[in-house]
C-alpha cells in the first residue's frame, strides 16, 4: 500500500469574502509526481497556497500523516516542505551562492556546502554565474536557481506552481527534464501546478483537473493524456 504524503480533504480556501476552492479532495502518494491542471483562475494557486498556509483554508490538509491547517507558514517550511511560486521565488538583489544558502537555512548538518555543489552541477548554468546578483540572470536561470535553493532544504515535499511560465520552449522542455530526474534519484514528492499539460503529464504519475475551484476529473497521466475533453482543453488536439 502506498504511503501518503499529502493529503486534502474537503479544503476550501477564501481571499477575504471570495471563496476559491470548493471542497477539493486531492493525494499525493511518497515520492510521486502529480500535476494540476487548470485555465488561469482556476484555484491551482491557491492550492498550492492553501498547502502552505497562506490563504484562509477549511478542511482538512495531512503532510506525512501531520495536520497543517492552522499552522504558522513557518512551521510547514520546518517539515520539509518547499514552494517555487510563479515569478521565479529568489532574492534578486542576492547572489547565486547566497541565495542557495538561504535555502538552507532551516539545516544544522555539515552537508550544505556538498549540496551547493550537487545542484550546481545539476544546473551548470549556476555556477558560470556563482557571484551574480540572481536579479542579473535570465528568466530560465531564475528559475533554475528557484528550483535548486528549494532543493538545499532537502525537502520532502516540492511545491512547483507554473514553472514554465514566461520561458522559451527549448529551456521548459530542459526544466521538465530536470524535474524527472531530480524525482527518479532523490525520490522527492512533487506537486506541479501548471498549463503547459503536454510536458507536465510526460514526467508525471497521476494528475488532477480543476475547473473553478472544483476537482473535476483526476486519473493516472495515461488516462489524463488519451481523455479526450482533457485532449481538446489542455493538450491542443
Given at each position: ?18 471563496q476559491v476552492l470548493r471542497d477539493v479532495n486531492l ?10 491542471l487548470g485555465a488561469n483562475g482556476a484555484g491551482k ?18 503532510i506525512a500523516g501531520t495536520e497543517v491547517v492552522g ?167
Open positions: 500500500m502506498s504511503e501518503l504524503m499529502l493529503k486534502l480533504s474537503g479544503v476550501n480556501a477564501r481571499y477575504g469574502a471570495i493525494e499525493v502518494n511518497k515520492g510521486e509526481v502529480v500535476v494540476v494557486t491557491t492550492t498550492l497556497r492553501a498547502i502552505c498556509s497562506m490563504v484562509t483554508t477549511t478542511g482538512s490538509i495531512q499552522k504558522d507558514t513557518a512551521d510547514i517550511v520546518r517539515m520539509q516542505v518547499a514552494h517555487v511560486p510563479q515569478g521565479r521565488g529568489t532574492f534578486p538583489e542576492l547572489s547565486v551562492i547566497d541565495n542557495l544558502m538561504v535555502g538552507a537555512y532551516t539545516r544544522k548538518d555539515k552537508e550544505v556546502q556538498a549540496d551547493i555543489d550537487r545542484w550546481m552541477d545539476a544546473f551548470p548554468r549556476l555556477r558560470e554565474r556563482r557571484t551574480q546578483a540572481a536579479g542579473s540572470l535570465s528568466g530560465g536561470e531564475q528559475q533554475m536557481l528557484a528550483v535548486a535553493r528549494a532543493m538545499m532544504c532537502r525537502p520532502q515535499l516540492l511545491l512547483l506552481d507554473e514553472p514554465s511560465l514566461g520561458l522559451a520552449p527549448l529551456i521548459i522542455e530542459d526544466l521538465f527534464r530536470r524535474f524527472g530526474e531530480i524525482n527518479r534519484e532523490t525520490g522527492t514528492t512533487m506537486l506541479v501546478v501548471e498549463q503547459n499539460a503536454n510536458l507536465a503529464l510526460e514526467i508525471a504519475n497521476r494528475g488532477y483537473v480543476l475547473e473553478a475551484g472544483e476537482i473535476v476529473l483526476q486519473g493516472s497521466a495515461d488516462d489524463l493524456r488519451t481523455n479526450e475533453a482533457v485532449r481538446e482543453a489542455y493538450l491542443g488536439a
